[in-house]
């Protein structure tokens, strides 16, 4: 049995700087991990099949479009015509959601593939099946911080950030990314600067806020509540919405701010930078 964390990732800036004749749009974005999310286990010699379990399985059907499948099959295709697993899916990231999870699912899915089956993480060939498979699966797979741009698959690894206290708030809504990004207003407002990532995140913006809030209204008031927390260093969306996360300066200022949020009966998770 082979086990994957499959990790949220945040987009600590997100700045989209042009619509491409593709339908895709060139972007610059911090992406950072934290340390928590799905998981995936891989058994070669069980059943072929996926099995989905954890809090968000009833949100996700084991059909063909699932990303692990997906990841699966393209693997066999491109890499190693290997024989279907046994492949559990524990969902515990809220789906459509902004923190990648099903990008993280489709990334930790090849590299189980790979671990199982002697490629290397970085074999060309398992990247050009991250890029195929999502704009942001290139970054899920290598899984530690990296500036990106292009469409997200063009990575420049970032030094280890500070584990900085995170929560996540999620305020139960999906959204669908293609209809955000469909809504940004063409504006090109500037780079992420360079230098320290945490400054640069802080400079910076997420460009699909104003389109997301639109379409899930109920993000205003989240981030509302977030930036009023004490102890929040940053608070902002991650994605495309509609998770919003919070950095704190520690631990405890980041429970106390779950505790006053839970009310609202959002989906909440206190984690740290990864
Ligand atoms: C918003 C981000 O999460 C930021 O990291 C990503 O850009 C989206 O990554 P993703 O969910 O893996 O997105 P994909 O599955 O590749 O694309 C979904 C849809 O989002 C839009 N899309 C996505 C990425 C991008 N750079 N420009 C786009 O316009 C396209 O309409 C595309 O059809
Ligand atoms: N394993 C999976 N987990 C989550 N979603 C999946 C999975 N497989 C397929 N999907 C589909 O992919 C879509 C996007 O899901 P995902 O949770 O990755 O979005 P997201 O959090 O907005 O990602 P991103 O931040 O990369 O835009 C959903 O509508 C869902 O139906």
Same mark, same amino acid.
């Given at each position: ?83 279907? #697993? ?5 969902? =515990?990231? $809220? *789906? %459509? +959601? /902004?923190?990648?999870?099903?990008? @993280?699912? !489709? ?74 990004? #469909? ?5 090109? =407002?500037? $780079? *992420? %600067? +360079? /230098?320290?990532?945490?400054?640069? @995140?802080? !400079? ?71």
């Amino acid at each position: 049995m082979i086990e994957e964390a499959a990790p949220a990732k945040l987009n600590l800036a997100l700045h989209v700087r042009a619509r491409r004749p593709d339908g895709y749009h060139e972007l610059e974005t911090l992406f950072a991990f934290v340390a928590d999310g799905d998981t995936i286990r891989l058994d070669t010699a069980g059943a072929p099949g996926l099995t989905i379990t954890g809090p968000f399985a009833g949100g996700l059907s084991g059909e063909a479009d699932n990303l692990v499948l997906r990841a699966e099959r393209l693997f066999a295709k491109r890499v190693k015509p290997v024989p279907r #697993a046994a492949i559990e899916l524990v969902k =515990r990231l $809220p *789906v %459509a +959601s /902004g923190i990648g999870g099903g990008s @993280a699912d !489709a990334a930790a899915t090849l590299r189980a593939l790979a671990r199982a089956h002697g490629v290397a993480n970085d074999d060309p060939r398992l990247v050009a099946c991250a890029e195929a498979l999502g704009s942001d699966v290139p970054a899920c797979l290598l899984g530690r911080a990296a500036v990106g741009r292009g469409r997200g698959e063009r990575l420049e690894p970032l030094p280890p950030l500070p584990p900085l206290p995170v929560l996540l708030v999620n305020p139960r809504v999906p959204v669908s990314t293609a209809a955000v990004f #469909a809504r940004w207003d063409g504006t090109d =407002r500037g $780079p *992420v %600067a +360079s /230098g320290d990532p945490i400054a640069a @995140a802080l !400079a910076g913006r997420n460009d699909l806020e104003p389109p997301a809030r639109v379409l899930a209204p109920a993000i205003e008031r989240v981030l509302a509540l977030l930036a009023a927390q004490p102890g929040v260093i940053l608070a902002r969306m991650s994605g495309s919405g509609a998770t919003c996360f919070a950095l704190f300066d520690d631990r405890a200022r980041c429970s106390d701010a779950a505790a006053a949020l839970a009310p609202d009966g959002w989906w909440c998770l206190e984690t740290a930078l990864a």
